[in-house]
DNA sequence: GCCCCGCATGTTATGTTATAACATTTATTG
DNA sequence: CAATAAATGTTATAACATAACATGCGGGGC
């Protein structure tokens, strides 16, 4: 087993805030805030929820608060929606260009960012004998994990 | 160029109806109604705007009415989510099973459903490589159509 | 025929997700 | 320190979707 999440985390943030800076912009308080929390959660999370978290520290948080950060996380490529279930996830290899694969478990509702290169290819090498231009891609599996389809009990919610 | 669309309307509506009775269902007036509208729609319709169409003949009519037949017709095959959208389309060849990939303009809105076998299978494959058993998959790629990407002006909104 | 049951629809209300629009503050820089 | 660009605060509302319960409707058994 590796060790604790909370040590990744600040590494994390960290990275992150180096990987805005590189691209010119900033990892305020409150796109960190939010980005913790997506690193910390087990799988997705939802805007609300996110709004419900950061007000507990902000009471005066809105909307807009969070899908700013949201719209930020987003471009900067650190976080990804899940188009499927309108919810977020931290990204899980933001410095390297991926077009993630998302296997989504419908039961634990965890989260498993894959890359698959080849997939990419052949999905650009699809568009293309259509004509199509590719300017974004979202590929989202839903299913069943292997703890979950080995019957686990523990991850259910 | 082939035919107008009226007459394979009548067509798609006749085999879709063939089909839910295969199935042990029924293409209801309102099912109908709801795929009559996306067979005819350029592209993807939002169902908001489907339920302004139907009102027009049901004054009546409330979100759940049109909610419903999409459930339906989704269920059955015969209308895909696309859920970067929020929007529906009718399905291109709901009689052969498929994992449509969908090729969706940005520009002029229009949406191509492709089926690519090996690119199911390779996804399939990166996801049992995992562990992870596939129940559903969503592919969406937004970009620009072969018109819109060759300086086409009419397609635009 | 009529009762019963399952499915579809009607209807009202509300829940959930997301953004518009404009005011204010904060950071940057010349 | 003024100018201005970026971020945040604030209010309101738009857009997407479903819960919950009532009503109708159609077919099979008796």
Redesign the pocket.
């Known amino acids: 087993m590796k060790h604790a999440h909370t040590h990744n985390l600040e590494h994390d943030l960290l990275a992150a805030a180096q990987w805005c800076a590189k691209r010119g912009?900033?990892l305020?308080?409150?796109?960190r805030e939010v980005l913790a929390l997506l690193l910390s959660a087990q799988g997705s999370m939802?805007?609300?929820?996110l709004l419900a978290e950061i007000q507990k520290q902000?009471p005066?948080?809105?909307?807009?608060?969070v899908?700013?950060?949201l719209?930020?996380l987003v471009a900067a490529g650190l976080a990804h929606?899940l188009e499927s279930?309108?919810?977020f996830v931290a990204c899980c290899d933001f410095e390297h260009p991926h077009h993630g694969l998302m296997l989504i478990c419908d039961r634990c509702h965890k989260v498993t960012e894959l890359s698959d290169e080849r997939l990419a290819a052949r999905l650009a090498e699809d568009a293309a004998s259509h004509g199509f231009s590719v300017a974004a891609q979202d590929i989202e599996v839903r299913g069943l994990c292997r703890n979950c389809r080995d019957g686990d009990t523990e991850g259910a919610a």
């Open positions: 912009e900033k305020t308080d409150q796109r939802k805007a609300y929820d902000r005066t948080a809105a909307p807009p608060t899908y700013r950060a719209d930020f929606k279930k309108n919810a």
